[in-house]
């Protein structure tokens, strides 16, 4: 449904704006692939200058889950705590100290393995 309100259907981008949008290249098969992408690799970022957004992080996706971990993902401005040089990253806060190849886990919250295998594709 989302793909013919916003692309595909009567009025949409691809019939108003074929230039930008050409059919070839915007099809549903492409819309499911970019959704399912976003959707079980995104990254909400909290404290980011604009506000809350969610990202696509580099290698944040293969970071493996742990219901127990307090570990976790944001944005902050980068910098010293003095000097701050108004540019953003992104940032893992460890919940502990870690030893050298030790793997860190995150949790991506208290979800059911259905649920992990819904959102994320594992369980």
Known sequence: ?????????????????????????????NWVWAFTMLFSRAIRLRNLQVGERLAMVPYA????????????????ESGDWLF???NEEVILYADRGYRQMEQIYISYGQKSNAELLLLYGFA
């Open 1 to 29: 449904r989302e793909y013919d309100d916003l692309l595909g259907g009567e009025g949409g981008l691809i019939e108003k704006f074929p230039d930008r949008f050409p059919k070839e290249h915007f099809t549903f098969e």
């Open 61 to 76: 996706d293969l970071i493996n889950h742990s219901a127990f971990s307090q570990a976790f993902i944001d944005a902050r």
């Open 84 to 86: 701050k040089d108004g």
